[in-house]
């Protein structure tokens, strides 16, 4: 089935019997397809194109990518995303999730790059297969260039000279400037914008070369200064200049100065001062002053290291030369003739110091410092230190190693690089700080070695749980303990250090809202009051955790809270009032009547006593049992009385309950009243509970 093709299927279904006649039923099945994600999404092109200027500002809409997808759902949504690894790693662009609208994101420059490639994604949300199907189409981008580039010459500056017996259309000099713009952009003309009012020279505009216009005279001007500009051909045009001397002699002195001498010395670092490093040569073909060579150091010998013979090009020592201070030097010499003007030349004379084995190895510190976790397995790296022998080659190769000392065996050093690794796994509560681990590096085949310190802290991992001082806590409170009173501190230590050692305070079990614990402290304190005639006992899990940020550690203990009783209830009637009927025959010191009462409290303060209020000959009550024994004989048989018993707890102070006891003979039967229809009475505020 293909639920894109077709989504409902309508079926008739037709039974007939065998009978005669025949009978026929029909019924009308409708199966509707369900959908699967079985289709990836489809763009409408494989590749899209697009043009844009360098200067469109981030957000400008490049193009909108359309992918459809005929599945239902989150099987038919689709989401686009540029596949970063494949194209535009810089982020130059972004394409919106939903709409497929592709914007720039950042600024382009076709003078960086002219055309972006981009493989855009588009994803359906289909959990099947995981993270469902996709496709991709190609974006090429075309940067259109704009004008934002200025021709750049060479050189700011151009200095040459001239005989005054030029003639006119003479190659002065070609002047040369670039322009990174394309096309018309960056196609350059010169011109000569000041400096000749009088035409004396020109400048071939397509090709910058400087040529002479007029015969020139040195009598009426001994040089001139032009003002060269260099334009593009964008609207507006943009420009750049340079300042061109031209210089005219009388005489014609028209060879410089040739360098026949090898451009490259070489002198052991360990010479005397005064030694001879270099003869340097330089020819010029002129006759008289005009070939005539003197010899200077332009640059390179600012520490004076080097003196030059300016008649006989001859380089000596100045100073002791030190390799390691400095392996070579790089002296500008100019040779200039005696003309008018005088013509020169430049080379440059590397003079190259060989070393001398006179250096004695150093490490880089004489203290190092680092830190490794503990618990880690052996060949853990600690740290890389580093010697130097300021000697050159075979003089400077150093070997490492590790000097016998407190601790020493528990780490390994590699010779040849200096590396410093474990050897044993570290324990910081064993020991947290290494202070006596020394190093040495040696040069190769010599005594010549030279040694540092390591000191080295292990690091807490958090490897310990935090434990109670006991294994489990009771306390015992009383009921009417105040609400937010402290009833028992808890205590935890834990071994490791900062957060992995810093312990927090929690309890996991339902208290019923009495108790609740400080989180720093570990004091567990009351959140209301205590009635032991409800609960008498707690118990529930207190935490103790560490504050690692990786992997916390933590440890419970059970606590017992028991609750003692305080005398906080009165003695309750099981009935009141009392109803007896007593014949009038009763014997003396039978029992007529058993008065009952309860006290929830505990021990002493649920004990109950009973006595009868008014002082009675006829009755009497057993404080303990609460059974009334008649006494003497009744009067008559028409004998009727009310006594008031009192129910009294034993706890201190003692709480007190009263019932009235109606006995009256068989004959009559006394109706209770009272002796009024409405009391008043007056009580002050803050009275305390209890009181009468």
């Known amino acids: ?11 008739v279904v037709e039974a007939w019997d065998g009978g005669s006649p025949r009978r026929r039923g029909r019924l009308r099945v409708s199966v509707r397809v369900l959908d699967e994600n079985d289709n990836a999404p489809a763009f409408s092109r494989g590749e899209y194109r697009a043009r844009l200027r360098e200067d469109a500002p981030p957000g400008t809409a490049v193009c909108r990518l359309r992918a459809t997808d005929p599945d239902l759902g989150a099987n038919g949504e689709v989401r686009y995303a540029i596949n970063r690894r494949q194209s535009d790693p810089d982020g130059y662009f972004a394409v919106e999730e939903r709409s497929g609208v592709l914007r720039i994101r950042r600024p382009l420059d076709r003078e960086e790059r002219a055309l972006h490639r981009l493989v855009v994604e588009a994803r359906d949300g289909g959990a099947q297969p995981e993270g469902g199907l996709s496709a991709q189409a190609f974006v090429r ?7 934002d580039n200025q021709p750049v010459f060479e050189q700011d500056i151009y200095m040459t000279s001239i005989s005054s017996h030029t003639q006119p259309g003479t190659e002065i000099i070609n002047v040369l400037a670039t322009d990174r713009d394309s096309g018309i952009f960056g196609v350059v003309t010169y011109k000569i914008c000041s400096g000749d009012p009088h035409g004396k020279f020109s400048i071939d505009p397509q090709f910058g070369i400087i040529r002479t216009k007029k015969q020139l005279d040195h009598e009426a001007q001994s040089e001139y200064t032009l003002h060269i500009a260099a334009e593009d051909c964008g609207s507006p045009p943009l420009m750049s200049s340079l300042m061109l001397t031209v210089g005219q002699s009388r005489d014609v002195n028209d060879n410089s100065p040739s360098f026949t001498s090898s451009p490259l010395s070489y002198v052991m670092e360990d010479v005397e001062v005064g030694f001879l490093v270099h003869h340097i040569i330089a020819k010029d073909p002129d006759e008289g002053r005009n070939g005539q060579v003197t010899y200077h150091i332009v640059s390179g010998n600012e520490n004076k290291a080097f003196v030059l013979d300016k008649i006989t090009g001859l380089l000596t020592t100045a100073q002791f030369l030190d390799h390691e201070v400095q392996e070579h030097y790089s002296l500008t010499v100019m040779a200039v003739d005696d003309g008018s003007p005088a013509l020169s030349a430049t080379q440059v004379l590397t003079i190259v110091v060989l070393d001398v084995n006179d250096e004695t190895p150093a490490f880089l510190k004489q203290l190092y410092e680092t830190a490794v976790h503990e618990n880690r397995d052996p060949g853990e790296f600690v740290i890389r230190v580093e010697a130097v022998d300021r000697d050159a080659g075979l003089n400077s190769l150093l070997q490492y190693e590790i000097l016998a000392g407190a601790g020493y065996e528990k780490f390994k050093m590699n010779s040849d690089t200096g590396e410093l ?3 044993a796994s570290l324990d910081k509560e064993t020991q947290e700080v290494f202070c006596e681990i020394s190093m040495n590096a040696s040069r190769v085949g010599s005594e010549s070695d030279s040694t540092a310190q390591l000191y080295l802290t292990v690091l807490d991992e958090n490897d310990h749980s935090p434990l109670f001082a006991k294994t489990q806590y009771q306390v015992s409170v009383r009921e009417d303990l105040e609400e937010g009173s402290a009833i028992l501190e808890l205590s935890a230590s834990d071994e490791d250090a900062g957060l992995n050692g810093e312990v927090m305070y929690s309890l996991i079990d339902d208290t019923y809202g009495a108790f609740a614990i400080d989180s720093v402290t570990g004091s567990i304190v009351t959140t209301k009051a205590l009635d032991r005639e409800t609960k008498s006992q707690y118990t529930f899990r207190a935490v103790a955790s560490d504050q690692s940020t ?7 203990v059970s606590v017992v809270v028991r609750v003692d009783d305080v005398n906080d209830n009165d003695p309750v009637f099981l009935q009141n009032p009392i109803r007896v009927f007593v014949p009038a025959d009763t014997a003396v010191n039978e029992i007529v009547a058993t008065v009952r ?21 006829v009755f009497q009550i057993d404080v303990k049992t609460g059974d009334m024994i008649l006494r003497e004989p009744l009067a008559s048989k028409n004998f009727s009385t009310q006594l008031l018993v009192t129910a009294s707890d034993q706890g201190i102070p003692p709480r007190t309950a009263t019932a009235v006891v109606i006995i009256f003979t068989e004959e009559r039967e006394e109706a209770i009243s009272f002796s009024h229809s409405l009391y008043e009475a007056g009580v002050p ?6 009181g009468h």
């Open 1 to 11: 089935l293909d639920r894109e093709r077709a989504d409902v299927h309508r079926l």
């Open 141 to 147: 981008i075309e940067i259109e260039d704009i004008n």
């Open 421 to 423: 690794v474990t050897a």
């Open 550 to 556: 990786h992997f916390p550690r933590s440890t419970t």
């Open 597 to 617: 009462a309860e006290d929830v409290d505990l021990g002493s303060n649920g004990a109950i006593v009973f006595n009868l209020m008014m002082a009675e000959t």
């Open 685 to 690: 505020e803050n009275s305390a509970a209890g």
